[in-house]
């Protein structure tokens, strides 16, 4: 029997904190960037969980998602054993990790607006100019 959209949004919700907590008290983080837990989907079926990480900070994010994916992998376990006693449900889901790719490409359109800005205010002080 398929779970309600709603009640599905709520555990989507519990698990993504559950998720971040355990990861934040295991000491993800690096120096250099920070590993946030952006959303969680979970399947309908209730037996499996995308699980999506974003890199904060450092240079090249691919880069540090695939240094920090090891780590990921190694604290699935764990992870997965403190959802099935702190969360309450039938199944508990098997996660998976994906890179959200959403803030590094919501920071590059950010980037070419602003030079879209610039290159337009530039032109506007060499009309200026010319008068």
Known sequence: MPVKPDRLTRVNEILKREIADVLE?????????IVSVTKVILSTNLRSAAVFISILGG?????????ILPKLLKLRP???SNIARHVTLKYTPVIHFEHDLNIVEGDHVL??????EDEEEDRGNKA???E
């Open 25 to 33: 008290k295991n000491g993800i983080n690096e120096s250099n960037f």
């Open 128 to 130: 200026l100019d010319r």
């Open 111 to 116: 980037a070419m607006l602003q030079q879209m």
């Open 59 to 67: 240079k090249n994010p691919e880069e540090n998602y695939k240094k």
């Open 78 to 80: 764990l992870v997965q």
